[in-house]
């Protein structure tokens, strides 16, 4: 089968562009990854999925992700969207994440840690029974990754009638910023776009985890999951 066509979006700052296409080759996809200065709309033409990288676009110095969010929403118009409604997953992580609240993509918004310091560890996420999130469906064991941010605290008024929805795709099992419910990734109401503030696109091979010789990790665990479920939507929907 033909891997699916998907592009990267990588802004001024963002780091993780290289993990995240590693991990869609690994899921079958073929990555193109696409600096913010080069978006247009023809560039989601041929691409049945789109990723938005981690990482601190533009420095983060004007609010976490909200250049980058201008770029997105100035550079693709209503490409994006009509992208989104063809059924075509998108993905945010962490300054994507950001990105796509900025953008009006996904409900709430991320302020900063409530203990107010840059963190840097690996979280335990747990997957949502009843989230019409297409990212996450038929997971039933903890995926397993790292955080690095400073502003990764979700935020939302009514996080119960969020997760009512089925919008509440993942969850800390220990909360490691404040986060609302300890809300770690949000989808929008049809599932196909997903933001999340841990990083799954580290930990798509077992070795990755720092825990790997000593029977942590393990494929049960790989954030790698995401990554084929996404791909397998893009390959079902066209």
Do not use: K
């Not at 609302?180 to 599932?191: L, M, N, Y």
């Amino acid at each position: 089968m033909r891997p699916v066509p998907t592009v990267v979006v990588a802004g001024p700052g963002t780091n993780r562009d290289r993990d995240v296409a590693l991990a869609l080759e690994l899921a079958g996809a073929a990555p193109r990854v696409v600096p913010a200065s080069e978006l247009e709309p023809r560039v989601l033409e041929d691409a049945r999925l789109a990723v938005v990288a981690g990482g601190f676009s533009y420095a983060d110095s004007l609010g976490a992700g909200r250049m980058l969010a201008l770029d997105l929403t100035m550079r693709l118009g209503d490409a994006l969207q009509r992208f989104v409604e063809r059924g075509r997953p998108v993905l945010g992580i962490c300054n994507g994440f950001q990105v796509l609240t900025q953008a009006g993509l996904l409900p709430g918004a991320l302020g900063h840690n409530d203990h107010g310091r840059f963190d840097c560890r690996w979280v335990e996420l747990e997957p949502v029974a009843g989230s019409v999130s297409v990212w996450t469906a038929g997971i039933g064991d903890d995926v397993h990754c790292p955080i690095a941010h400073g502003e990764g605290r979700y935020v939302h008024p009514e996080p119960d009638a969020l997760a009512a929805r089925g919008q509440v795709a993942l969850r800390y099992r220990s909360n490691p910023n404040g986060s609302a419910a300890d809300i770690a990734g949000v989808c929008d109401p049809t599932g196909v776009v997903l933001g999340l503030m841990p990083h799954p696109e580290n930990h798509v091979v077992e070795r990755q985890h720092p825990g790997h010789r000593r029977g942590g990790g393990g494929a049960p665990h790989l954030g790698s999951r995401l990554f084929a479920n996404g791909v397998a939507h893009a390959e079902a929907n066209g």
